[in-house]
């Protein structure tokens, strides 16, 4: 079954090499699973017992089912986002040299471990805008094909190089594209040919680097998978997945992955954007209901936010908390911060435990070492527009933001089981009181 499961995932982060192939992949799983488009720019008819999806710049989709018995009407949501940190390719992307080198100027996007990008394979992939006829026309473009690489410099030219180095992103980072066979130009030559259009038509282009190397799975006993952009396509796998296979008659389930988390969120299509905002009003509305009704569902709604967790390092367990740290294999992990850059809090806590307990899921704690800040996440950003009862979890890993990073092979199908437990169940919420289950 855990291999099966890992095959499964590897697939999805295969098929989504930038954000907007991400939310390309979810729109096909959704729509084979019987899920209708709905157009920001039209007006929506959603009926109950329907199944819907919208996107927004194509990097960001917000999914959702109607439950055929709305008297207790509410969200249950899932979010995760569709972005990793990379390298993103500037506009005018060629630099030229020394000699016949061509290389390509790129810009560091979100934080990442900058040594793991090198001496690997390498290629590129987003979204270009290209010019047909009298209108402008999007195309994702994803090169399958080893075409670059960012060459480490020989330890005899830095004698310092196991000591510590800071790599400049201005002159350390640039890949290598051509030694002299191809010349200036030849990248948008390169992106024309590939979309059968002229170099001419390119009017713009959102491209970011891509790590080749294919996911594995490893150990003597099998114990582990490795992969490129397992925070967070991971968890916006296992979230799609519990998503799609629940069914809840009594609600309205909501999956939501956004792009942007690992540079703020702070976008049309981020997390702080309106985007959820919008979608929940506008499915009140098409259900006739008030703006009173719509408050009062928000009021007994419930957020899981989903984003990777840091397990336990092999060689590090001293940078973990003494007691609330996570093991691979283990389970999924509830997140905690008391400077509230996670959700969590007593309420949410005791809700997501109590259905991974009521289906046999084992369940972790997270929390930071004190005397150590950790990172941000979606739902406190997402409870600036829309503001519910939230948890935020993930899977414990190692080496997050590196371009390879590392999982257990168990804890996706745990994540799988725990979402869908929280997407059948029907939570009936009080207040921050009490809760009842009702599947």
Avoid at 78 to 96: G, I, M, N, R, Y
Avoid at 283 to 308: E, H, M, P, R, T
Avoid at 378 to 386: A, C
Wanted: hydrophobic share 40%; charged share 20%; aromatic share 10%.
């Amino acid at each position: 079954m855990y291999m099966e499961i890992s095959q499964q995932l590897f697939d999805f982060i295969q098929s989504s090499p930038s954000m907007f192939h991400t939310i390309q992949t979810i729109r096909t799983d959704l729509e084979n699973e019987g899920f209708m488009y709905l157009a920001e720019g039209r007006s929506w008819t959603l009926e109950k017992g329907g199944k819907y999806y919208t996107t927004r710049n194509h990097s960001s989709i917000i999914a959702f089912t109607i439950g055929q018995e709305l008297d207790n009407y509410h969200f249950q949501m899932s979010a995760a986002h569709s972005d990793s940190p990379t390298f993103k390719v500037k506009s005018v992307p060629e630099l030229s040299g020394p000699n016949e080198y061509l290389r390509l100027d790129v810009e560091g996007y979100g934080g990442m471990i900058d040594y793991t990008w090198l001496d690997r394979p390498l290629s590129v992939a987003g979204r270009v805008l290209i010019q047909k006829g009298h209108a402008m026309e999007s195309k994702l473009l994803y090169i399958d094909k080893d075409i670059l690489l960012i060459p480490s410099l020989a330890i005899h030219m830095n004698r310092d190089i196991n000591q510590g180095y800071a790599f400049n992103h201005k002159t350390d980072l640039c890949p290598l594209f051509s030694t002299g066979a191809l010349k200036k130009g030849a990248f948008d030559e390169m992106i024309a040919k590939e979309l059968g259009v002229k170099p001419s038509q390119i009017l713009a282009k959102d491209l970011f680097l891509v790590n080749r190397q294919n996911p594995v799975v490893w150990g003597y006993q099998d114990e582990f998978i490795s992969s490129p952009k397992l925070d967070d396509l991971q968890c916006a796998f296992v979230s799609l997945q519990g998503f799609i296979h629940a069914h809840n008659v009594h609600g309205i389930n909501v999956y939501c992955c956004f792009d942007n988390e690992e540079v703020g969120s702070n976008t049309k299509q981020g997390a702080m954007s309106t985007f959820l905002h919008d979608v929940l009003t506008r499915i009140n509305s098409a259900l006739g209901k008030d703006a009173d009704a719509y408050y009062q569902a928000v009021s007994k709604s419930f957020l899981v936010s989903c984003d990777n967790a840091h397990a336990v390092h092999p060689n590090h367990g001293d940078k973990s908390d003494a007691v609330n740290y996570a093991m691979m294999n283990k389970g999924p992990v509830i997140k905690e911060a008391a400077n509230q850059k996670y959700t969590t809090d007593a309420f949410s806590r005791a809700l997501f435990t109590y259905l991974c307990k009521e289906h046999d899921i084992p369940v972790q704690t997270f929390a930071n070492r004190s005397d150590m800040a950790g990172g941000s996440t979606l739902g406190n950003l997402s409870n600036t527009q829309v503001s519910v009862h939230a948890v935020d979890i993930g899977l414990p890993q190692l080496a997050m933001h590196s371009s390879y990073e590392t999982a257990g092979i168990e804890d996706t199908s745990y994540a799988i089981d725990a979402l869908q437990a929280f997407f059948n169940a029907n939570l009936m919420i009080e207040e921050a009181d009490t809760v009842t289950f009702d599947e």
